[in-house]
């Protein structure tokens, strides 16, 4: 059954700009690196509520094995060495289980015109 790592992190204090366009970088050519890595998107927050984390990530994966393939591989490592620690002030991380019979763009394809729906609702 396919699975699905998602992790946020709320950045520390001195971190700008540049160290997230780093990051967001970095993690654009994970996924070249570990062939595990079935879908993979991520992005910061766009600040239109409050206490929100700053960046996520969501990752798909084949199986749990796959994504223990990442997690350990050394690109993945090396990008945390050198992006993640002393960097954030708090990460959250959750796995779990997707079902195997919808595409994780058509859920978030859903999701988005749900949302934008609901935006056009709240304008009107």
């Known amino acids: 059954m396919p699975f699905r790592h998602v992790v946020m992190f709320q950045w520390a204090d001195d971190v700008d ?8 970088a970095a993690l654009d050519n994970l996924p070249e690196q570990i062939s595990q890595v079935r ?7 766009v600040g239109v509520a409050e206490g929100n984390f700053d960046y996520v990530l969501v990752a798909d994966f ?3 094995d796959d994504w223990r393939t990442y997690r350990d591989h050394p690109a993945h490592q090396l990008f945390i060495a050198e992006h993640i620690v002393g960097k ?6 959750v796995q779990y ?6 595409d994780a763009m058509d ?3 859903d999701q988005l ?12």
């Open 17 to 24: 700009e540049n160290h997230v366009d780093g990051v967001r």
């Open 39 to 45: 879908q993979y998107v991520h992005g910061s927050d």
């Open 62 to 64: 084949d199986t749990v």
């Open 88 to 93: 954030i002030k708090q990460r959250a991380a």
């Open 97 to 102: 289980q997707t079902p195997g019979t919808r």
């Open 107 to 109: 859920v978030a394809q």
């Open 113 to 124: 015109a749900k949302y934008l729906a609901e935006l056009d609702d709240d304008i009107s």
